[in-house]
């Protein structure tokens, strides 16, 4: 019937509303970046320094903001994944009805926290405790921005992996006891398998909400453009140099053009982490 066609045709509409409007953002970026493959080069976005604005020489180098967001977000993964799966575990099968709902009410309030509230706690708390734990000259480094984006991604694993672990059937769990399984046993060897492909799912939201955070690591990352590996030092990730350099920048100029490839990286970076959640779940049977 021709309800049925037109009715077919709407949801296919608004289904491929997302990848239109995905397709239009990738174009824009690519129209506006691409002037600079053409001169000085892409070359030019390998070099190790990242000096926008000088009377000498300008340096688009794109290398210290990757490692600096490589930093961040592989630290605040280190801290995430462990405290929030133990977290999901606790609420889901061993906290009783009363504790899960009091603490249920609190994670979720967590979430709603805005970013900015969150990055005055880190400049205030964080950073002074950080500098006068391990006697550094400024607390403000990659490790301050780690420990503030965990804030930030805990909320969104737990919440998911609660739900992940909650829909493991009953029947597993009770064939499991019926065995002669511990609790502890059930959990880590029945439950936690069966419920792994969307905790991975939940891991995955947590690192594209933290690869993504912008004003938080603005404030507390100490804003430094150098290449390191320490997670004591200072950093810049791509996310704040877009924010902190984008509305002071010349329309148009080599400046510009670089944080727009800025701007396709992190765009490239996403895909990347949908693929591998793609592939994962794969594996694990959740999608054909």
């Given at each position: 019937?021709w309800k049925?066609?037109?009715?077919r045709l709407?949801m296919?509409s608004a289904a ?7 397709a ?11 002037p ?5 080069g892409?070359?030019?976005?390998f070099?190790?320094q ?9 340096r688009?180098?794109?290398?210290p903001?990757?490692t600096?967001s ?13 405290l ?6 606790y609420?889901a099968?061993?906290?009783?009805p009363?504790?899960?709902?009091i603490?249920?009410?609190f994670?979720?309030?967590l979430?709603s926290i805005?970013?900015?509230?969150l ?5 205030v708390?964080l950073?002074p405790?950080?500098?006068?734990l391990?006697?550094l000259g400024t607390g403000l480094?990659?490790l ?6 965990t ?5 969104t ?19 499991s ?5 511990s609790?502890l046993q ?5 439950i ?12 995955m939201l947590?690192?594209?909400r ?8 603005l ?7 150098l290449m ?5 030092a200072?950093?810049?990730t791509m996310?704040a ?9 010349s329309f ?11 701007g396709?990286v992190?765009?490239a970076?996403?895909f990347l982490?949908?693929?591998i ?12």
């Amino acid at each position: 019937m021709w309800k049925d066609k037109a009715m077919r045709l709407l949801m296919l509409s608004a289904a491929s509303t997302s990848i239109f409007l995905v397709a239009l953002i990738f174009i824009f970026l690519v129209k506006e970046a691409a002037p600079f493959a053409l001169k000085p080069g892409l070359d030019a976005l390998f070099d190790r320094q990242w000096i926008p604005v000088s009377f000498v020489q300008e340096r688009y180098g794109i290398l210290p903001l990757v490692t600096g967001s490589a930093l961040v977000t592989g630290l605040s993964m280190l801290f995430t994944i462990p405290l929030s799966v133990l977290g999901a575990i606790y609420i889901a099968e061993i906290a009783s009805p009363v504790e899960r709902e009091i603490l249920k009410p609190f994670i979720e309030l967590l979430a709603s926290i805005p970013s900015v509230v969150l990055g005055f706690f880190g400049l205030v708390v964080l950073a002074p405790l950080i500098k006068s734990l391990f006697g550094l000259g400024t607390g403000l480094s990659a490790l301050t921005g780690a420990l503030l984006l965990t804030l930030m991604a805990i909320p969104t694993v737990i919440t998911l992996s609660e739900d992940a672990i909650m829909s493991v059937p009953r029947a597993y769990k009770d064939a499991s006891r019926a065995l002669g399984a511990s609790d502890l046993q059930t959990i880590f060897q029945v439950i936690i398998p069966a419920a792994l492909p969307g905790i991975i799912a939940a891991i995955m939201l947590g690192v594209g909400r933290v690869v993504g955070e912008t004003m938080a690591v603005l404030m507390v990352t100490g804003n430094s453009a150098l290449m390191t590996w320490s997670p004591l030092a200072p950093v810049r990730t791509m996310t704040a140099t877009i924010a902190a350099e984008m509305g002071e920048v010349s329309f148009g100029s080599l400046h510009y053009q670089a944080l727009f490839w800025i701007g396709l990286v992190l765009l490239a970076v996403t895909f990347l982490l949908n693929i591998i959640a793609q592939r994962v779940l794969v594996r694990y049977g959740m999608m054909k």
